[in-house]
T-cell receptor, first 114, second 113 residues
């Protein structure tokens, strides 16, 4: 069974641009979550989708958005990039997104904003 | 609001020695607690989890953790560390009824020969 796949692996953008990151969950998993990882703030929850609906959202500005498709694949978008958006963005999937479920993480997309 | 504290940013342990990584949490209800490990350039892998029952839980790679409600702690232990255990370790608590995790800042484990 293939794991969680995130593309691209690395991305370099400049301030003011926008970016779209993609995540393909494990087959059969319906919940997809996104996390931002930075040296200063650590791992922070962005949002979680289940069956194409956003169920939970972290404390990030509206420039961060996401969506989920009918095949459970998810994308996140960051508009008007800032230097502080440079981070490793991790996607995780689970079967139903329940509180006790194990999350399966992808290897992440490393975003650098210049 | 829930929070997780990992007081040690870095820990160095000799290969073959025992290991204990500390984790304290703040959460109003019964917590769902996890330990994840991250190798450089990789995502996170679940080591073990606790949400009810026996307070000593066993995980993969020879790790175990003990839940102590009175101390709000969930410390990770391993009796004998291997060089391949060098990585960053994250303690986390699940909240809001879903699998959303609040992570600690992580503890970087260095293993010396």
């Amino acid at each position: 069974k293939a794991g969680v796949t995130q593309t691209p692996r690395y991305l370099i953008k400049t301030r003011g641009q926008q970016v779209t990151l993609s995540c393909s969950p494990i087959s059969g998993h319906r919940s997809v979550s996104w996390y931002q990882q930075t040296p200063g703030q650590g791992l922070q929850f962005l949002f979680e989708y289940f069956s194409e609906t956003q169920r939970n959202k972290g404390n990030f500005p509206g420039r961060f958005s996401g969506r989920q498709f009918s095949n459970s694949r998810s994308e996140m978008n960051v508009s008007t990039l800032e230097l502080g958006d440079s981070a490793l963005y991790l996607c995780a999937s689970s079967p139903g997104g329940g509180q006790s479920e194990k999350l399966f993480f992808g290897s992440g997309t490393q975003l650098s904003v210049l | 609001a829930q929070s997780v504290t990992q007081p040690d940013i870095h820990i160095t342990v000799s290969e073959g020695a025992s290991l204990e990584l500390r984790c304290n949490y703040s959460y109003g209800a019964t917590p769902y607690l996890f330990w994840y490990v991250q190798s450089p350039g990789q995502g996170l892998q679940l080591l073990l989890k606790y949400f009810s029952g026996d307070t000593l839980v066993q995980g993969i790679k020879g790790f175990e953790a003990e839940f102590k409600r009175s101390q709000s702690s969930f410390n990770l232990r391993k009796p004998s560390v291997h060089w391949s255990d060098a990585a960053e370790y994250f303690c986390a608590v699940a909240s809001s009824g879903y699998s959303t995790l609040t992570f600690g800042k992580g503890t970087m484990l260095l293993v010396s020969p």
